[in-house]
């Protein structure tokens, strides 16, 4: 479906999430050290947070650092921490200026003191953003976060002695990270790999999944057009049947 008026893809989803993946190879292919990959996918996360911000988005979800990128060398995860530092340097009065809210999502204890305070500000001085809200995923595991859930969730019930505490869907959703964010409509992932890698499993469960082999450093405003437009022509049934098809 076209909005031919604007050329701008309709609908557009309210939740985009991206694992933004490829930097390594991106260095590779011309043969740079991996945080060069990194830096210029910090830059495509720019491209990428104005141009939902000028379309009109609600939510971006992005996967930054997985529970399982603390096993890569220590150098690499010490230049991806001190990126996001400057990134949120140079982005948190942008964020203000542009109408954005930033957090994150993950446990970000392992993460250094001056790290964690930084996000804490930036989060704090954004909070009043309403145009988009850009959530980063930082230390996190889809697994982990919904094992951790379950465990509150079983907390709070022997809590109350067991009788009277209803456990569902809302229930166990409010203990999630993503307790304030709709579910995800629309799973970019960059790079080529078609897996979710244990990033929104339980918040993705009817997003449209989109693969793409561009490297992440490589996608922009144009690429992201190319998803949305994808996404405008999928048909979403959340497992029901279209109508007028019933007669079975
Ligand atoms: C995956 O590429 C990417 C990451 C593990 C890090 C993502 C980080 C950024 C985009 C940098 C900027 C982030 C912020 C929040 C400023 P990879 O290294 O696994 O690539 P490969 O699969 O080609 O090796």
Redesign the pocket.
């Given at each position: 479906m076209r909005n031919a008026d604007t050329e701008e893809p309709d609908p557009l989803p309210r939740h985009i999430a991206i694992?933004?993946?490829?930097?390594?190879?991106?260095?590779?292919a011309r043969g740079k050290p991996?945080r060069d990959?990194?830096?210029e996918?910090?830059e495509?996360?720019r491209r990428v947070v104005t141009a939902c911000g000028e379309l009109g988005i609600d939510f971006l979800t992005?996967?930054?650092?997985?529970m399982e990128?603390w096993q890569?060398p220590k150098a690499?995860i010490a230049y991806?921490m001190s990126?996001?530092a400057?990134?949120?340097r140079s982005e948190t009065n942008v964020f203000v200026e542009k109408g954005i809210s930033f957090d994150v999502i993950g446990e970000i204890e392992r993460f250094s003191r001056s790290l964690q305070k930084q996000i804490a500000a930036s989060a704090e001085k954004t909070a009043g953003g309403k145009d988009l809200r850009l959530t980063?995923a930082?230390g996190y595991g889809s697994r982990q976060e919904i094992v951790t859930a379950a465990a509150r969730l079983a907390e709070k019930a022997s809590g109350c002695g067991g009788g009277g505490f209803v456990v569902d869907r809302e229930a166990f959703e409010r203990e999630l990270y993503t307790r304030d964010l709709p579910p995800v409509d629309l799973l970019i992932r960059t790079?080529g790999?078609m897996r979710l890698s244990n990033f929104l499993m339980y918040q993705s469960a009817y997003a449209e999944l989109y693969f793409t082999e561009t490297?992440?450093?490589d996608f922009g405003k144009e690429e992201l057009l190319k998803a949305l437009n994808e996404f405008a022509g999928r048909e979403r049934r959340f497992g029901t049947i279209r109508e007028g098809e019933a007669s079975a």
């Open positions: 694992i933004m993946d490829g930097n390594g190879r991106w260095a590779k991996r990959g990194h830096k996918g910090a495509a996360l992005v996967y930054a650092f997985s990128n890569r690499e991806l990126l996001i400057s990134y949120l980063v930082l790079g790999e490297y992440w450093p």
